[in-house]
């Protein structure tokens, strides 16, 4: 986690808040460190994880989270996390027949199904297991990212039903959170991305926005985040106060700074 | 399987090995060896596999991807278990000149091809690689090699280490164990290098014709055959660690030619909102998941500039890993503009990816165009020519009157062409403290040179 992230979120894992839909999403630039971000600040939190991981494979968010100080195969062993490996588990699905609903079932239909086996196998993860003792705090759900199942030919109403099935289960029944990556896709005409990305922006409580910079690519700042909170907690606050931030992405940490002032212009 | 028990943790690696995954005790500092190491070894092994070398950055499994100048730009290869994909250009002319170097550069490193094309029989692909350039160097020791082999005149009795006199003389491995190799497009590779390598080929009419016996999903039937296909070799070859009494392990190049096109039984390039529209994402999907399982890389080529729905290509950039984009000047308006006379056309570096890291190696230099000379491929920075040494700022301060609107046009093209075509990037604050990585030295208006 980054502890300057932190800072500008304002929370720690230890007091952080339940109940909450994060949408990171990003927009001309990848935007997988916050996903990296998040991963390791609730494990740290020693939360019951389920990972949905689409996009890479199992050793690359093990290697990334060492550099952040947390070890995926630990916890996965310790059975604080859940990961499906959306890679590895598609070859599964596609060459053999299996005797089970895989989660990844959608993958041999011919016509856009639904996501319903998904969201049991994330249902199975996250239900607390009744042994006496509370080991984790509350369950997360994290996803990355969404984009990849619209590519995998299911329709963006059927995405936004898994999101919401899994939002009344997490969030609301488990008291849980849900962090979700969804690649914007900007200039280029994606009606299916646009639908699931607007949907899912009403149902988030914060929005992490990731964009490249207008101008281009930059050595030094390497793009620029912002913080969009929809629903804040105390009711005295403002509505919808927003913050942004330019940062630069290193070798174990990301620093930010305010517009204009990165450290190799000053 | 207990292979795939060992598996689970360790493999879906990208190039460095998790060894020691399932068992406890998983340090950071693990040394890097090759993905895949589904094996039964108690530590970690840093196998070297002809043809590869550890990135400098991560650790990461490269290849070469034929073009030296081209690894240099993708920040030192090609990781292993990834999709290079490339744009095609316009008329397809200068793609498959990049698509057989990674062939022959696989050729000349002793990996395993596998060679699928719609269009042309993967013989006739074969038999049209270029040739190797060979320096002297490597030349002497390709033809030592020959010469051991054949004159058995080491017999010298060993005195001391007699045992080793037991052991088999050095076999002829790959012909040069450099990393990278200059090729003559104009020469074709010697007979005998294609007969020495092992090579798998996948050509759609004569496979297509075969009964499909496969549960109808969304795919279509030459994506299904084709991945089966792959998969096959993977398996039977050895390329996923299943067997881990394989003394010398191998990589597996994978060569796919104009992915997408209507030949292949594909419509997007036709039709905007396709019966299937997802097949080839999906295509794409499954593939990157048997990549990430096995020792293999591999190159596919396709026409994006056919495809009508740009989402589409929006969706394939974001699945793919490397993404490279060639644009010619063939039959556009910059054939005959001064300012590109000594370029065939331009390269886009469009994605590189974030493998097992936070951050990748992109290069600073976002302008390059490449040329095709008689024998070689070279990739340059391109930058704007400045007529007759006169930098722009004299032009404004200084132009004479008479002369003024003729230097204006000049200032003008000058200065909006780069402006049209080229990244912002030429606005931007120059570099501050140039990693070693690059080859040469960033900054706007310095010449460089990447020879391939």
Redesign the interface.
């Known amino acids: 986690m980054f502890v300057e992230l932190n800072n500008l979120l304002n929370t720690t894992p230890d007091r952080a808040e339940q109940g909450k839909l994060t949408l990171l999403c990003d927009a001309k630039t990848?935007g997988?460190?916050l996903v990296?971000h998040f991963l390791s600040f609730y494990l740290k939190a020693n939360c019951k994880v389920c990972f949905v991981a689409l996009f890479?494979?199992?050793?690359?968010y093990?290697?990334?989270g060492?550099?952040l100080g947390v070890?995926l195969?630990?916890a996965?062993?310790r059975g604080q996390l859940v990961f499906l490996?959306?890679?590895?588990?598609?070859?599964d699905v596609?060459?053999q027949?299996q005797e089970e609903p895989h989660p990844l079932q959608f993958?041999?239909?011919?016509?856009a199904g639904n996501l319903k086996p998904l969201f049991e196998f994330v249902r199975e993860a996250l239900k607390p297991v009744d042994s006496g003792e509370a080991r984790w705090t509350y369950p997360v759900l994290l996803v990355d990212d969404l984009?990849?199942l619209?590519?995998?030919?299911m329709g963006a109403v059927a995405v936004l039903d898994f999101i919401h099935y899994c939002r009344a289960t997490v969030c609301w029944e488990l008291k849980g959170n849900m962090v979700i990556l969804v690649?914007d896709?900007g200039d280029?005409?994606?009606?299916?991305?646009d639908i699931l990305l607007n949907g899912v922006s009403h149902q988030s409580h914060l929005i992490l926005r990731a964009e490249g910079l207008a101008?281009?690519?930059?050595?030094?700042v390497?793009g620029q985040l912002r913080i969009l909170w929809r629903r804040p907690s105390q009711p005295t606050a403002q509505r919808d106060q927003s913050l942004t931030y330019q940062y630069k992405?290193?070798?174990?940490s990301?620093s930010f700074f305010a517009k204009g002032m990165s450290p190799?212009?000053l | 399987m207990a292979a795939v028990a060992t598996c689970g943790s360790g493999a879906g690696t990208t190039g460095s090995a998790v060894a020691t995954a399932s068992k406890s005790n998983v340090t950071s500092f693990q040394r890097r060896g090759p993905r895949a190491s589904g094996t039964n070894d108690s530590g970690p092994r840093l196998v070297s596999i002809a043809g590869t070398r550890p990135s400098v950055r991560n650790g990461q499994l490269l290849v070469s991807t034929g073009l030296p100048a081209l690894d240099q730009l993708l920040g030192g290869g090609l990781a292993i278990g990834t999709v290079l994909l490339i744009e095609e250009d316009k008329y397809n002319i200068y793609s498959p000149l990049l698509f057989k170097c990674f062939l022959a550069e696989g050729i000349v490193n002793g990996h395993t091809l596998l060679v699928a094309s719609a269009k042309e029989d993967p013989a006739n692909i074969l038999q049209e690689l270029p040739a190797p350039l060979l320096d002297d160097n490597s030349k002497k020791e390709f033809d030592e090699d020959v010469y051991n082999h054949k004159t058995p005149e080491s017999n010298i009795k060993m005195k001391i280490a007699w045992r080793y006199q037991l052991l088999p003389k050095m076999e002829i491995g790959p012909v040069s164990s450099r990393f990278g190799h200059y090729y003559d497009a104009s020469k074709r590779i010697p007979q005998e290098l294609i007969e020495a390598s092992n090579w798998h080929g996948f050509f759609l009419p004569e496979k297509i014709s075969s009964t499909l016996k496969v549960e109808p999903c969304s795919l279509t039937p030459g994506y299904i055959k084709l991945l089966q296909f792959i998969q096959n070799i993977i398996y039977e070859e050895r390329f996923d660690g299943s067997n881990p009494q394989k003394k010398q392990r191998n990589v597996l190049r994978i060569g796919i030619q104009n992915l997408g096109s209507p030949l292949w039984g594909d419509d997007i390039c036709c039709a905007e909102n396709g019966s299937n529209s997802h097949s080839l994402t999906k295509f794409l999907y499954v593939l990157r998941g048997l990549l990430r399982t096995s020792l293999s890389a591999c190159i596919i080529t396709m026409p994006t500039h056919l495809i009508q729905n740009k989402a589409i290509i929006a969706r394939i950039t974001n699945l793919s890993d490397t993404v490279i984009g060639l644009e010619s000047f063939i039959g556009s308006e910059r054939e005959t503009n001064p300012l590109y006379k000594d370029y065939h056309g331009l390269i886009h570096i469009r994605q590189i990816p974030r493998l097992n890291n936070l951050i990748c190696d992109e290069s600073d230099v976002k302008d390059l165009a490449f040329k095709l000379k008689r024998k070689l491929f070279t990739i340059e920075f391109w930058q704007a020519e400045v007529q007759k040494g006169v930098s722009r700022a004299t032009f404004l301060l200084d132009g004479p009157r008479k002369k003024l609107f003729p230097c204006l046009f000049q200032l003008l093209e000058v200065a909006c062409i780069p402006w049209l075509m080229a990244s912002s990037s030429i606005f931007k604050a120059s570099n501050i403290g140039l990693s070693p990585s690059y080859v040469t030295n960033s900054g706007f208006f310095s010449a460089s040179r990447f020879h391939f």
């Open positions: 990848d997988s460190f990296h890479q494979s199992f050793s690359h093990n290697i990334v060492q550099k070890n195969t630990v996965r062993e490996e959306g890679l590895k588990s598609s070859v596609f060459f027949t993958l041999r239909e011919a016509n984009s990849v619209l590519s995998l030919g690649h896709s280029v005409e994606d009606e299916e991305n101008t281009g690519f930059c050595r030094d390497h992405i290193q070798d174990k990301v190799a212009v």
